[in-house]
């Protein structure tokens, strides 16, 4: 393609390679309006440019992030009930790394579940949470330790933890790598962090959900592996969900900040083509758009049931983890 190609300029560099040479991937956000979605040529890692200034970001999590999806500070018990099955799974993804007594942090630790799992199963867990709203419930209604704040703000003692986790993070963030560099200072020698991004190999949702603006980044595997090499750990293990959905790594806090150069030769061949080989008409012939509707009525039926008698928060979490955990 030609250099001076309008489809192949970015107006930030790579996140991940420092590279500038790109490829248009999507001009669509999943709401049908205008969203540019490039992938970087060199490594692979898909991201949003131009994408809005530093403290358009900022503001938007602080104060309207959330009000997108759920409209109410004040979940409702049928969201805290879904949000605390998103915690036990999380947990039992957790559980082979941990150990007793670990202090673990829960990185955008949004409403608290996950803290509130791991504190009832005997983990001295913490976070932080840069919504206002969640990060309050958090704390006053749940009563735990989650501050309010970015993780450029939060205080955390230098290689004070032994876990840290991050869910469905990294791909809302300005620079995926400097967030990786923040959490190995405070990650204790040989401490591991746990990412959990969406998929952007994903064929499971279909093809004009893919991109969101409120995700500045889309990795592959190989690039979110990449991403925490370059940022001074190694991949104590990598795995993408039943679904495809959904990727897990588990990081090591390494001796050094590698080698890494970020390129990753046939990443942007690779991943290029899945997204652009996936088309509504395709996805239509995969079971997922048929099995998808009644796993998710059968969910929110149990929701209601769960949540019948309008328990307080910190009920309906315990009742869950009571049922849930109990013959684990
Ligand atoms: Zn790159």
């Given at each position: 393609?030609h250099?001076?190609?309008?489809?192949t300029?970015?107006?930030?560099?790579?996140?991940?390679?420092g590279s500038?040479?790109v490829?248009?991937?999507?001009?669509?956000d999943?709401?049908g309006?205008?969203?540019?979605t490039?992938?970087?040529?060199r490594?692979?890692?898909?991201?949003s440019?131009?994408?809005?200034g530093?403290?358009?970001?900022r503001?938007?999590?602080?104060?309207?992030?959330?009000?997108?999806?759920?409209?109410?500070?004040?979940?409702?018990?049928?969201?805290?009930?879904?949000?605390?099955?998103v915690?036990?799974?999380?947990?039992?993804r957790?559980?082979?790394i941990?150990?007793?007594?670990?202090r673990?942090?829960?990185?955008?630790?949004?409403?608290?579940?996950?803290?509130?799992?791991?504190?009832a199963?005997?983990?001295e867990?913490s976070g932080?949470?840069?919504?206002?709203?969640y990060?309050?419930?958090?704390s006053e209604?749940?009563?735990?330790?989650?501050?309010h704040g970015f993780?450029?703000?939060?205080?955390?003692?230098?290689?004070?933890?032994?876990?840290?986790?991050?869910?469905?993070?990294?791909?809302?963030?300005e620079?995926p790598?400097?967030a990786?560099?923040?959490?190995?200072?405070w990650?204790?020698?040989?401490g591991?962090?746990?990412?959990?991004?969406?998929?952007?190999?994903?064929?499971?949702?279909?093809?004009?959900?893919r991109?969101?603006r409120?995700?500045?980044?889309?990795?592959?595997?190989?690039?979110?592996?990449?991403?925490g090499?370059?940022?001074?750990?190694?991949?104590?293990?990598?795995?993408?969900?039943?679904?495809?959905?959904?990727?897990?790594?588990?990081?090591q806090?390494g001796?050094?900040?590698?080698l890494?150069?970020?390129?990753?030769?046939?990443?942007?061949e690779?991943?290029?083509?899945?997204?652009?080989?996936?088309?509504s008409?395709?996805?239509?012939?995969?079971?997922y758009?048929?099995?998808?509707?009644?796993?998710?009525i059968?969910a929110?039926?149990e929701?209601?049931?769960?949540?019948?008698?309008?328990?307080?928060p910190?009920e309906?979490?315990?009742?869950?983890?009571?049922s849930?955990?109990?013959?684990?």
């Amino acid at each position: 393609m030609h250099a001076a190609d309008a489809s192949t300029q970015c107006s930030i560099p790579c996140d991940l390679c420092g590279s500038t040479d790109v490829d248009e991937l999507c001009l669509i956000d999943r709401d049908g309006s205008y969203l540019r979605t490039v992938i970087c040529r060199r490594c692979g890692l898909v991201y949003s440019d131009p994408r809005p200034g530093f403290e358009q970001v900022r503001d938007y999590y602080e104060h309207s992030y959330r009000m997108d999806y759920k409209a109410t500070f004040q979940p409702k018990p049928k969201h805290v009930y879904r949000a605390g099955k998103v915690a036990l799974d999380r947990f039992r993804r957790l559980a082979p790394i941990l150990k007793r007594g670990y202090r673990v942090l829960d990185f955008g630790a949004g409403s608290g579940e996950v803290v509130f799992v791991l504190r009832a199963v005997g983990y001295e867990a913490s976070g932080f949470e840069p919504n206002d709203g969640y990060a309050r419930f958090a704390s006053e209604v749940l009563g735990l330790p989650i501050r309010h704040g970015f993780y450029q703000d939060t205080r955390i003692e230098p290689e004070s933890q032994d876990v840290v986790t991050a869910f469905h993070v990294m791909e809302h963030l300005e620079s995926p790598y400097d967030a990786l560099r923040h959490v190995r200072d405070w990650l204790r020698p040989g401490g591991q962090l746990l990412v959990e991004v969406p998929n952007v190999e994903a064929v499971c949702q279909w093809p004009r959900s893919r991109f969101h603006r409120a995700h500045l980044y889309s990795f592959s595997p190989a690039a979110l592996e990449m991403v925490g090499r370059k940022a001074g750990y190694s991949v104590a293990s990598s795995s993408v969900s039943s679904d495809g959905g959904n990727i897990s790594v588990v990081f090591q806090k390494g001796s050094t900040s590698a080698l890494a150069s970020g390129e990753i030769p046939g990443n942007y061949e690779r991943v290029s083509s899945i997204v652009r080989r996936q088309t509504s008409f395709r996805h239509l012939f995969t079971p997922y758009p048929y099995v998808r509707p009644f796993h998710k009525i059968a969910a929110r039926m149990e929701e209601r049931r769960a949540t019948r008698n309008m328990k307080s928060p910190r009920e309906i979490l315990d009742g869950l983890i009571a049922s849930e955990l109990r013959h684990e």
